[in-house]
């Protein structure tokens, strides 16, 4: 198996990050992530947040941020993720009426996002949930998005929750994109009902929660990595021959346990299970 880089996701332990960032990165370092992917800053400007990072040895190798903050404060908000180090920025949701209502002007405005990612040594992605996987001309979405786009400043970051919810199997849709992934979102989940509904909630700039979707009566719930319905050997096989470098686990919602403890019961599972 790939030695993969392993990163958390660190929404899926916003509450922590919120009272007490400082501890909150100590405890995921100590966890053994040594890679982390933001999805808000709480308030606290690059600096210190780079800080933190350098006193806990971690590295900021992605973030999510909704696009509309690139295009409200332009170079200062891509400055932030240079001056933390981020190297990785993906989009982490997009309302669906965008893609069916303006699909030219989505595309155009992706494109040139990525291009402005790209001259200041970032790599813009696109992170998934399930709805991307509606068509439009017969064509999925998200494959109809990444056909439009050059990879070069585009790439996927699958969400393979997300992808198996959809009704797909995540291992071979990973494959369908050799050679164009390079981090690859590990989700696990159990689910009565396939393709039943949106069952995530939204987030803000900060990372709090700003809309909860309506749950379908299917049985669903996300767990911690190697807990769920998910064929993890299948997956990581299928991320390396894609060519992903760096895998990140994400946990929405921890519904059994507390959100650390969740979050560590993954990385255990990769390490003793996969050796990464």
């Excluded at 939204?202 to 990372?207: E, H, K, P, R, V």
Aim: hydrophobic residues 40%; negative net charge.
């Amino acid at each position: 198996m790939k030695k993969f880089k392993v990163g958390l996701q660190l929404y899926s332990i916003r509450d922590a990050m919120e009272k007490d960032m400082d501890a909150a990165l100590k405890a995921v370092k100590d966890m053994g992530y040594d890679y982390v992917e933001f999805a808000g800053y709480f308030g606290k400007t690059a600096e210190e947040v780079k800080a933190l990072l350098d006193k806990h040895g971690l590295e900021c190798v992605s973030v999510h941020q909704a696009p509309s903050l690139f295009w409200e404060q332009g170079q200062e908000a891509i400055d932030y993720l240079k001056v933390i180090g981020a190297k990785y920025c993906a989009i982490p949701w997009y309302t669906v009426d965008e893609f069916f209502n303006n699909w030219d002007e989505t595309i155009a405005k992706f494109t040139d996002l990525g291009k402005k990612m790209k001259e200041n040594g970032i790599q813009l992605m696109y992170h998934n949930h399930d709805f991307e996987f509606r068509t439009i001309d017969g064509e999925f979405i998200l494959d109809k998005m990444y056909a439009a786009i050059p990879n070069d400043i585009f790439k996927p970051q699958f969400d393979t929750c997300w992808v198996h919810y959809a009704g797909n199997n995540p291992a071979e849709y990973l494959k369908q994109y050799k050679g164009k992934i390079e981090v690859v979102h590990l989700k696990d989940f159990v689910c009565e009902k396939l393709g039943g509904g949106p069952v995530y909630g939204l987030i803000d700039a900060d990372g709090a929660e700003a809309k909860s979707q309506s749950r379908e009566d299917n049985g669903f719930k996300f767990m911690p990595v190697g807990s769920g319905i998910q064929d993890w050997k299948s997956i990581l096989e299928a991320s390396e021959e894609a060519g992903a470098e760096i895998v990140i686990v994400e946990q929405d919602q921890s519904v059994d346990r507390d959100p650390l403890e969740a979050v560590a019961m993954s990385r255990e599972y990769l390490k003793n299970t996969f050796g990464i």
